[in-house]
């Protein structure tokens, strides 16, 4: 299972990352919304776990693009 796990806060990133993969699960990170966007162009994600307020799209609106454009349909939490 490939997870996304979008945050700009690099601690709780790290942090979140960490304890995804030591469930035995592949992790993706993006640092942003913008580079989340990319990532799903190019890759498949069984789930992707969003921060809600980032700079820049916010997660809301994350939802609301990769939902539009059919790049993702995979749970977002």
Request: charged share 20%; hydrophobic share 45%; with cysteine.
């Amino acid at each position: 299972m490939n997870i996304l796990v979008i945050e700009d806060d690099k601690v709780t990133l790290k942090t979140l990352q960490s304890s995804i993969e030591n469930l035995g699960y592949e992790v993706t990170i993006a640092n942003s919304a913008e580079e989340a966007i990319k990532l799903t162009e190019t890759e498949k994600f069984d789930v992707i776990i969003s921060d809600i307020m980032m700079p820049g799209i916010s997660g809301l609106s994350l939802v609301n693009v990769l939902r539009s454009v059919n790049l993702c349909t995979a749970p977002i939490i």
